[in-house]
Each structure stands twice: as structure tokens, then as C-alpha cells.
């Protein structure tokens, strides 16, 4: 069975630090550049960040400097580490999984990330 699923969300203060995890099962991992979305209430789902096949990153400017993406292929995760978080960083996200040239994606079932005092 094809999947993917996050864990590691929940609720922190302003300024403080929280790791997301996206476990893959079902398909070949190290074929598939691995991404990042969220999407906040009432907002459309956005972009946070890349890796490649080759471990190339590339973030949203509005996390830049804040979150890291890394890759362990041979635990076929995904990790999002984001630090100093800010209430605007609250959403749902979500692991992504693509291969191209011809588009085909996984997406997993989303965990939801809170930031407030």
C-alpha cells in the first residue's frame, strides 16, 4: 500500500522549535523528490520546501533561515525541522511525495501544526 504519514505536530509557543516526520511504505523512496506543504483556514495549500533525489533544498522565502528539510533514504523518511515559529507558521501540513517528468504525487494525510501563547 502506497502512503505516506506525518507525525510529530501540535501546539508550542511563539519562538520555539518543532520537528515534523513523513514516513513512505509502497513505493522506491530515493526515486522521489520529497516536499513540504501546508495550508492554514481559509487559505489555499502553499509550498514550504524541496529536497531532491541529490539532497538539493529549496525553501519559501517566508521560511528561509527557519525550517531545514532532510532525507534518510534508508528509513524512507522526510523530515521538517522548524525553528523559531511564528503563529502565522500554524496550519495543517503535509509530506509530498513526486516523480517526474510525468507528474505523478503522493500526498499524506496531514499534521497539524499550532503556534500560540
Known amino acids: 500500500q502506497v502512503q505516506l504519514v506525518e507525525s510529530g505536530g501540535g501546539l508550542v509557543q511563539p519562538g520555539e522549535s518543532l520537528g515534523l516526520s513523513c514516513v513512505a511504505s509502497?513505493?522506491?523512496?530515493?526515486?522521489?523528490?520529497m516536499r513540504w506543504y501546508r495550508q492554514a483556514p481559509g487559505k489555499e495549500r502553499e509550498f514550504v520546501a524541496h529536497?531532491?533525489?541529490?539532497?538539493?533544498?529549496i525553501y519559501a522565502d517566508s521560511v528561509r533561515a527557519r525550517f531545514s528539510i532532510s532525507r534518510d533514504n534508508a528509513k524512507s523518511t522526510v523530515t521538517l525541522q522548524m525553528n523559531n515559529l511564528k503563529p502565522e507558521d500554524t496550519a495543517v501540513y503535509y509530506c509530498?511525495?513526486?516523480?517526474?517528468?510525468?507528474?505523478?504525487?503522493?500526498w499524506g494525510q496531514g499534521t497539524q501544526v499550532t503556534v500560540s501563547s
Open positions: 529536497i531532491g533525489l541529490d539532497g538539493n533544498t
Open positions: 509530498n511525495a513526486r516523480r517526474t517528468p510525468i507528474l505523478f504525487e503522493i
Open positions: 509502497g513505493f522506491t523512496f530515493s526515486d522521489y523528490a
